[in-house]
C-alpha cells in the first residue's frame, strides 16, 4: 500500500478530469504543479519514515553486537512489520543461547569445583587466570593471592616440562604425594591459554601396591606354613626317639642333636608366628561404620597403656567410623610414641577442623628417622620390630575415608602421627 502512496496524486488528477472535461491550459498547469508538489511531499514522506526505520534497525542490530539481547524492534508497517518479526526471532533465538551458554558454563564450574583433581588455567604467558577449590588446598592458599601469577612463582612451571599424563612425586604446601599431571594447550576466540591437571594418585597407587602386597604374602604364607609344619613336627619326632641317656650314643653329641632338633622346632614356629603377624595384612576386615563418642575410646586406650598418656581432646566429638579398629590404630600409635620418646609423656590431641576429626599423637623423641619407607611393608628401625603396625594402622584409617600421615615435631623435636577420620553430626547422635 505505502508503494502507491505516491501515485495518488496522479490519479486523482486524472479522476478530476476523467469527471470534468479537459480543463483550460491555465488550471491544467495549476493542476500539474499541485500534482507535483504532492507527489514529492509523499516521496519524501516515505523516504523519512523508512530512513527513522532503517537508523532503529541499524541501532538494534548494534546492540545486539554489543551483547545486549533484550532488545526488542517495534517498527510496524508494511515490510517492516516482516522484518521486526524476524528481527525479534533472531533476539530471542541469541538470548536463549546465551542463556543455554551460562547454563552449561555453570555446570562445568560446579563439575569442577567438585573434582578432587586441582584444575588451573593459564593465559598464553602462563599466568595464573583461574583455579578450582582443589586447586588453592593444593596451594594452601585463595585464588585470590594466585591470580596474574606467573606458573614460576606458583611452582608449578616445572610440570609444563612433563610429557602429559605422567605419575610425579612432588611437595605441595609441605605435603608429599604422587600426582598424575596432564596438560592441553587452550584456545577460545583470539586468545589462548593452557590448561593444567593435577589429579591425585596416592592412595590408588598405594591399594595398588597393597594389592600386589597381599596377593605376594598369600602365595609365600601358603607355600612356607606347608613347609614349616612338617619340619617342626619331625624335629618334635625326632627329638623324642632320641636313645636315653643309659644308651651309648656319647652324651654330649645326643645333646647336641637334641638341642638342634628343639632350634629347628623353634625357629619353625617363630617363623610361622612370624607369616601369621603379616597376613593380617591380608585378611584386614572392612570397617563397620557407626558413629560413636571420641573421648571415652581415647580414655580407653590410656588405661591400656598404663603409661603418661595426657589426653587433649575437644568436648563433643563424635566419630563416624570403627570404634575397634580405630582403637587399634591409636593403640599401635601410641606405643611407637612411647617407645620413641622414653620416659617423656606423650600427648593424644583431638579437634574438629572442616567437618573432619584430626588426632595427634605428639612424642618427645629423637624425631622421625630419614626414610620414605616408612609406611612400607616389612621395614622397621626398631630392632625387634615387624614392620606391619604403620602399614595396617594406615590401611584401617584409608578404608574409612581418612587419612594417616608421620611429621616432624614442632621445632624439629620428636614426630607428630595425624590421624584424620570423618565426624559425625552430633544433632543426630544418639545418647551414648
Request: net charge neutral; glycine share 8%; charged share 20%.
Amino acid at each position: 500500500m505505502r508503494r502507491l502512496v505516491p501515485a495518488l496524486p496522479a490519479l486523482a488528477a486524472l479522476a478530476l478530469v476523467l469527471l470534468s472535461g479537459m480543463p483550460s491550459p491555465a488550471a491544467s498547469a495549476v493542476l500539474m504543479a499541485l500534482v507535483v508538489a504532492t507527489t514529492v511531499i509523499a516521496v519524501r514522506g516515505i523516504a523519512r519514515n523508512d530512513h527513522d526505520h532503517l537508523r532503529t534497525i541499524g541501532n538494534l542490530l548494534d546492540a545486539l553486537r554489543e551483547g545486549d539481547l533484550g532488545v526488542r524492534s517495534a517498527a510496524r508497517g508494511g515490510d517492516w512489520t516482516f522484518l521486526s518479526e524476524r528481527f525479534n526471532a533472531l533476539a530471542e533465538h541469541l538470548h536463549d543461547e546465551r542463556r543455554a551458554q551460562q547454563e552449561n558454563l555453570q555446570l562445568l564450574a560446579n563439575s569442577l569445583a567438585a573434582l578432587d583433581g586441582a584444575v588451573f588455567a593459564f593465559d598464553s604467558g602462563r599466568r595464573v587466570r583461574w583455579m578450582n577449590p582443589a586447586g588453592e588446598a593444593l596451594l594452601g592458599r585463595s585464588a585470590d593471592q594466585w591470580l596474574g601469577r606467573h606458573a614460576g612463582e606458583v611452582g608449578l612451571a616445572s610440570l609444563f616440562e612433563l610429557p602429559s599424563g605422567t605419575i610425579q612425586a612432588q611437595v605441595f604446601d609441605g605435603a608429599p604425594g604422587r600426582w598424575q599431571i596432564k596438560h592441553a594447550a587452550l584456545r577460545s576466540r583470539s586468545q589462548s591459554g593452557w590448561l593444567l591437571v593435577l589429579q591425585p594418585m596416592e592412595r590408588e597407587l598405594r591399594e595398588e601396591e597393597a594389592q600386589a602386597f597381599r596377593r605376594v604374602l598369600r602365595v609365600l604364607s601358603h607355600e612356607i606354613n606347608n613347609s614349616m609344619a612338617p619340619i617342626a613336627s619331625m624335629a618334635d619326632t625326632l627329638g623324642r626317639l632320641l636313645p636315653d641317656a643309659d644308651s651309648a650314643l656319647d652324651a654330649s653329641l645326643r645333646d647336641d642333636i637334641r638341642g638342634g632338633l628343639t632350634l629347628i622346632e623353634q625357629r619353625s614356629q617363630s617363623l610361622q608366628r612370624f607369616l601369621g603377624g603379616y597376613a593380617r595384612l591380608a585378611r584386614l576386615p572392612a570397617p563397620r561404620i557407626s558413629p560413636f563418642p571420641l573421648r571415652p575410646l581415647c580414655e580407653r586406650v590410656q588405661r591400656l597403656m598404663d603409661a603418661a598418656l595426657v589426653l587433649e581432646i575437644e568436648e563433643g566429638l563424635w566419630l563416624r567410623a570403627d570404634m575397634e579398629q580405630t582403637e587399634q590404630v591409636l593403640i599401635n600409635l601410641v606405643r611407637n610414641a612411647l617407645e620413641a620418646g622414653g620416659a617423656a609423656p606423650v600427648r593424644l590431641c583431638a579437634r574438629a577442623e572442616a567437618g573432619r576429626c584430626h588426632m595427634e599423637i605428639i612424642d618427645e623423641g629423637a624425631g622421625l628417622p630419614s626414610s620414605d619407607s616408612l609406611f612400607v611393608p616389612f621395614f622397621t628401625t626398631k630392632p625387634s620390630g615387624s614392620g606391619i603396625g604403620l602399614v595396617l594402622s594406615r590401611q584401617i584409617i584409608e578404608a574409612q575415608d581418612g587419612s594417616l600421615m608421620l611429621r616432624p615435631g614442632a621445632g624439629g623435636r620428636g614426630a607428630v602421627a595425624e590421624a584424620i577420620l570423618p565426624l559425625h553430626d552430633p544433632g543426630q547422635t544418639p545418647s551414648p
